[in-house]
Every structure is written in C-alpha cells, then in structure tokens.
C-alpha cells in the first residue's frame, strides 16, 4: 500500500526558506519510474506543480519558481525533501507530496497534504 | 505555457442527474490530460488519464472525452458521494510545466 506523508513548519515568516519533508512507504524511488511531485493547492483552490524528481534522480522545476526550489531524495530514509526559497505571503498553500508510478505524467498517488501560512 | 481553462466554475446538480464538465487548453495537449477528483478535506484523487481512461476503482459512471484543445468529463448519474471539485491536468507540454485548470465545483441543486 503506498503512502505519503508530508511534514514540515506550519508557520514561516517572509524571506525566510521552506524546507518540506515527504516520507513514503509502499514503493522503492530506486525502482524504475516511480517520481515524486510537489504540488501546492493555494486558499483559493487552485493546484500548481512545483517540482519532480525521478528513480533515476532525475530533477525538474517549475519554470515560474525553479530560482527558488531545491528537490532532493534520501532513497534509505524514503523520503524526499523540498525547499523553496524566499518565502512570501503568497506561498501560503496546502503543500502535496505525489507519486507518479511507471514513469506517468500524471498523478496516481497523494498525500494529505501540509498547510504552510506565511507570516510575521 | 499552456493555460487549461475549466467551465463551469460551479455546477448545480440534482441526485441522479447527469453532469458535463468541460476543460479547454490553450494549445493542443494531444490526449494527455488527466481528471481530478477533491473532496473537502482530502487530497485529489486521479479518476481518468490519458482523457478517457479511468484510473484503478473508478466507479463506471465517469467517463472523460476529447483530444487536442477541448475535453469533457461527464458523470452518468451523480450519486451524494460525488459533489466535490473536479480539476483538469495536461501533462503533453512537460517539461517544462504540468498545468491544471481552476476546478469545476460540483455541488447538490
């Protein structure tokens, strides 16, 4: 069964960097087309794609935000972790950990998701 | 970057009734465009790919259409379980970007 699990502050304040945790049971992101995502979903509703990394350690980033993102894996730990940069008011949003399997494209699997509120 | 544009923004429905949602992209997207599901509290859920396919357990009431610039995800006859917001996702022009349109609420008329 797979899982995903997001973890990091609630709270952060502007300028400060973001650092998201996504620790995953259920596969291996050594296996060949598994990738994960970072999707954030703002107050408002609306789903961005931040970032991806791959099996094959693979890396790629939103064209908007990729100055301020940083993905990385710990393929032991089964985790991957997100930083962004910088953060503003504006990067308040439920944050999502997402698999891919099979080298999709889309999204097969979600976690619950991390709420991070930007504020001082 | 390709911009998907979902109508209508709120969708009145009625138990049992039938309901078209509609997703447009601003350039071709081929088939590559996937369906969403949210319910309040939880994360989205895939219901179809590849904009006809449905993903592993979905109910045969949802079905998904279209190719190029203009797609459609009807559902058959919505039972309580089905109001939530619904969102499109093209994955052709990636990299560099995946996009996803600004939802369709579903709700009880």
């Known amino acids: 069964q797979v899982t995903l699990r997001e973890s990091g502050p609630a709270l952060v304040k502007p300028t400060q960097t973001l650092t998201l945790t996504c620790t995953f049971s259920g596969f291996s992101l050594t296996t060949d087309g598994m990738c994960v995502s970072w999707i954030r979903q703002t107050p408002g509703k609306a789903l961005e794609w931040l970032a991806r990394?791959?099996?094959?350690?693979?890396?790629y980033y939103s064209t908007s935000l990729k100055t301020r993102l940083t993905i990385s894996k710990d393929t032991y730990k089964k985790q991957v972790v997100l930083t962004l940069t910088n953060m503003d008011p504006v990067d308040t949003a439920t944050y999502f950990c997402?698999?891919?399997?099979?080298?999709?494209?889309?999204?097969?699997?979600w976690g619950q998701g991390s709420l991070v509120t930007v504020s001082s | 970057e390709i911009v998907m544009t979902q109508s209508p923004a709120t969708l009145s429905v009625s138990p049992g009734e039938r309901a078209t949602l509609s997703c447009r992209a601003s350039q071709s997207v081929s088939s590559s465009l996937a369906w969403y599901q949210q319910k309040p509290g939880q994360a989205p859920r895939l219901l179809i790919y590849?904009?006809?396919t449905r993903a592993t357990g979905i109910p045969a009431r949802f079905s998904g259409s279209g190719s190029g610039t203009e797609f459609t995800l009807t559902i058959s006859s919505l039972q309580s379980e089905d109001f939530a917001i619904y969102y499109c996702q093209q994955y052709n022009h990636w990299p560099p970007d995946f996009t996803f349109g600004g939802g369709t609420k579903v709700e009880i008329k």
């Open positions: 590849s904009a006809s």
């Open positions: 997402v698999l891919g399997i099979r080298r999709h494209r889309y999204f097969d699997y």
């Open positions: 990394i791959d099996w094959d350690d693979g890396k």
